[in-house]
């Protein structure tokens, strides 16, 4: 029949037949679920226009914060989509078209185009909301009387729940608002820390991505440049065993690449040679032990000597006869394991 039913909870006394009650409906919270829910009959309208008539409800959830709709469509909205359907959602709004309901039968209400909940049985009368031509649903829910009154719509999320079903969630009248201002403080506050106005935010960020890029290049640069002087006159120190140079360089706050590049440069310069590097950065040890070719055909073996001299500075390494890696924990021991790399090299000439 016509009776229409509210759920509630005794929070102190009693209930019984006969008493008389007094309901008061919360209007402001009303009016929020009233905007959200009639909301959704202009997207659901929205959404068949522009992704097609495949598209059918599959769920629904108002509240007075947002509105959420699940419905039926295979892949995800682009954002082009999504602007066009809230254009449609905010032009219906704008038009200001009143709200209509009609009790009818159910043939009648066919007969009126209507959409139906697929599946749903419905009973001999059914009830048609209208929102001029643009959209009619069997709806038994509260709605607005005028489609202005909802004041203005905005999607705010768009994702897949489960196959061939997509989720829009959206806000609409002062929810929007609230948005928008939230928005628009975060930006101002994302400007401010980028140290300039909202407008001109996306070119600074660019500007800094673009100065991050060569201080890092400059800094790379300066590594290179520290590793070499710290190296100094290093080559001085080389010790020779018949015609094979053998030098150990203890290097602070070089990395592989670094030491990779400098080994090259004293190779170059001592010719035979084998050079056995330890560089200390930050607590973590790196050891190269690199060899040129005449040294490796003298009987160096660069994998062999990192093999012996790893597990000094806590660590385990190995490589080809030219070149060896290992790394380390322990920076105490590196002028230890320097010195094994010195005996080590020795034995094998
Ligand atoms: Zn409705």
Redesign the pocket.
């Known amino acids: 029949g016509d009776k229409i039913a509210h759920h509630g909870y005794v929070e102190s006394g009693e209930f019984s037949v006969g008493d008389i009650a007094t309901l008061s409906v919360d209007s402001v919270r009303r009016g929020l679920i009233c905007k959200n ?2 909301a ?2 202009l997207l659901q309208k929205a959404l068949k226009t522009v992704l097609g008539d495949h598209v059918e409800q599959k769920g629904s959830f108002v509240s007075d914060g947002r509105l959420r709709f699940d419905f039926s469509h295979n892949q995800a909205m682009t954002a082009e989509e999504i602007a066009k359907v809230e254009k449609i959602v905010n032009e219906k709004i704008t038009e200001a078209i009143p709200v209509e309901t009609k009790v009818m039968t159910i043939d009648e209400a066919k007969k009126t185009g209507a959409m139906a909940l697929f599946g749903e049985k419905y009973g001999e009368k059914v009830r048609v ?1 209208m929102m001029g031509d643009f959209s009619k ?1 069997f ?5 607005v009387s005028n489609t202005s009154t909802i004041g203005t719509f905005k999607i705010v999320s768009e994702a897949g729940i489960s196959s061939g079903v997509r989720r829009i969630e959206a806000l609409t009248g002062e929810g929007a608002l609230e948005y928008y201002k939230e928005t628009e403080a975060e930006l101002a506050k994302a400007a401010a820390a980028a140290k300039t106005e909202p407008a001109k935010l996306a070119d600074k960020i660019e500007a800094l991505l673009a100065e991050i890029k060569s201080l890092t290049a400059e800094n790379k640069k300066l590594k290179d440049k520290i590793a070499k002087d710290a190296a100094g006159d290093a080559l001085s120190g080389a010790e020779k065993v018949k015609d094979t140079s053998i030098l150990k360089l203890s290097l602070s706050g070089a990395d592989i690449n670094s030491m990779r590049n400098l080994g090259d440069d004293y190779k170059a310069k001592l010719g035979n040679s084998v050079i056995i590097m330890a560089s200390d950065a930050d607590g973590k040890v790196s050891l190269l032990v690199m060899a040129s070719d005449d040294a490796v055909a003298a009987g160096i073996h660069a994998g062999n000597i990192i093999k012996k001299i790893a597990p000094i500075v806590g660590g385990g390494g190995g490589g080809r006869p030219n070149m060896a890696q290992a790394g380390g924990k322990d920076a105490s021991k590196i002028e230890e394991a320097l010195a094994a790399g010195v005996e080590e090299a020795k034995n094998m000439l």
């Open positions: 829910h009639s959704t009959h909301v649903e709806c038994g829910g509260t709605h």
